[in-house]
C-alpha cells in the first residue's frame, strides 16, 4: 500500500501501447463509475462520454 501512495497506479483494460481514443472513453469512464462511491460532472459537453448511458 505504501508502493501505491508513493509511486500511483495504473490499471487498464487496454494492452500496453494502445493510445486512447474516442472509443477507449466509454469503456473506462464505466469502469471509473463502476469503482466510485460517487460520481460528479461537471461542465460535459453534448458530446461528451459521460452522457453515455
Known sequence: MVRIEEKGLLLSEYPPGVRPSQYTF????????AWSDKLIVIGAGNRSGAHIA
Open 26 to 33: 466509454p469503456r473506462r469512464n464505466r469502469l471509473i463509475s
